[in-house]
């Protein structure tokens, strides 16, 4: 075999924090501010996005040695399509009030320069294992940050966890109030910069 466990390990660890795909190559910023306002679109969002990521990495790993190098592209932007109009059906098969919360969000998958990236730079010049390893990291490196900052904004915004109210009423009585500006596309950029502010300031590791 071209590699081994550890490089396998390798490949998912990096892509899932070291490399991370908002918080250190800062992409996908777009999804991360529209359906970031509640922890359900976000999760919904996140596990769409790593699927979709993941299966294209695969099939176009498979298929690298026989994709014409001048149309590449073309054949990676057709089986995203595939996958995400995949998603999209099933979510509103299962999922249909999400599905509708979600709107365009899901389609725009399509364009989202996380898988088109790892696509073009990773699953057409590694093989299938690598390739499932990536995009699964890159996928729920994604999914981390995509909840962590859903998390904060609909807790400090307005006091839920998943739609359900965690602050006791007995603080809102005191004088407690929300923080509005965590519903507000302001506030998802500020917990997504101090995200990358906390992460870029730790030492990194050694191999």
Known sequence: MGFTRTRLFRTFKAALWEDNPISRQILGICSALAVTVQMKTALVMALALTAVLTFSNLIISILRNQIPRNIRMIVELTVIASLVV?????????????????SIFVGLIITNCIIMGRAESFAMANPPPLAVADGLGNGLGYALVLVGVAFLREFLGAGKIFGVSVVPQALYDAGFMNMGLMTLA?????VIGLLVWIQGGMPEEED
């Open 186 to 190: 302001p506030g998802a950029f500020i």
């Open 86 to 102: 995949v998603a999209d059906e099933i979510l509103k098969a299962y999922l249909y009030d999400i599905s509708k919360q979600l």
